[in-house]
């Protein structure tokens, strides 16, 4: 089983449209969670943290479930600017500072 | 504030020379990572480094492949007779000193190895 799992698409969307990814991760032990995301053939840049309390930052939403070990992000009223794609994050133990990625779910916005 | 810098951004090697990669992390940033990503796949953690420590390299390959962050200078991934396997989305990323898990990338470099 892979440490983080994410559904890898593609999402197609139409602009306007309320799009939610999940993710879910194996160590329970996990001490930290991000939303990055990723544009084609450039670097991941940090979205949001994710936490145990939720969290929103404009548009977007995240979400912890620690019981379940899954982590979610809603995108409200997306744009055309959303379309990348979307990594979910975890630095698994406490004090490490290595990240462990998903592979991605790739998320096109049609106009 | 200048972010994370790397060079090359785009590096060819023949099968069998050396690659050296730099990383400059962003100002005020004492921690280093390194991540590979092969293509169409997820980035994977290689190594990370402190000013002339390193700290984890679990996820480095356990031949031709090292790292060193010195006193002066910028972290150095060093890629030793490359293979085609190697061709790959090198990222850089730096974190401060109390790091409350955030890292911030690098543009990165991408090898191709002929």
């Known amino acids: 089983r892979k440490e983080v799992e994410q559904d890898p698409g593609p999402f197609n969307v139409p602009e306007g449209a309320t799009v939610a990814f999940n993710c879910t991760y194996s160590?329970?032990?996990?001490?930290?969670f991000f939303w990055y995301r990723q544009d084609c053939r450039k670097e991941p840049k940090l979205l949001m943290s994710?936490?145990?309390s939720g969290n929103e930052d404009g548009r977007f939403t995240a979400q912890l479930n620690r019981a379940s070990q899954y982590i979610s992000l809603l995108i409200r009223d997306s744009k055309l600017s959303d379309s990348a794609t979307y990594l979910c994050?975890?630095?698994?133990?406490?004090?490490?500072?290595?990240?462990?990625f998903g592979q991605g779910t790739r998320l096109t916005i049609n106009p | 504030n200048a972010g994370v810098m790397q060079n090359p951004r785009h590096l060819v090697r023949r099968r069998g020379q050396e690659a050296r990669l730099r990383c400059s992390p962003m100002?005020?940033?004492?921690?280093v990572y390194w991540y590979r990503q092969l293509p169409e796949e997820g980035l994977k953690f290689m190594v990370y480094?402190?000013?002339?420590?390193?700290?984890?390299e679990s996820g480095m390959p356990k031949e031709r492949f090292s790292a060193e962050f010195p006193k002066e200078g910028p972290s150095i991934l060093r890629i030793q007779q490359v293979v085609r396997g190697d061709s790959a989305a090198y990222f850089c990323?730096?974190?401060?000193?109390?790091?409350?898990?955030?890292?911030?990338f690098g543009p990165g470099t991408r090898l191709t190895v002929t």
């Open positions: 990323a730096s974190s401060p000193p109390n790091p409350a898990g955030e890292q911030y």
């Open positions: 160590n329970s032990a996990s001490q930290s």
């Open positions: 994710v936490y145990s």
């Open positions: 994050v975890v630095n698994p133990f406490q004090g490490a500072q290595k990240l462990v």
């Open positions: 100002k005020g940033h004492s921690h």
């Open positions: 480094l402190q000013k002339e420590n390193i700290i984890d």
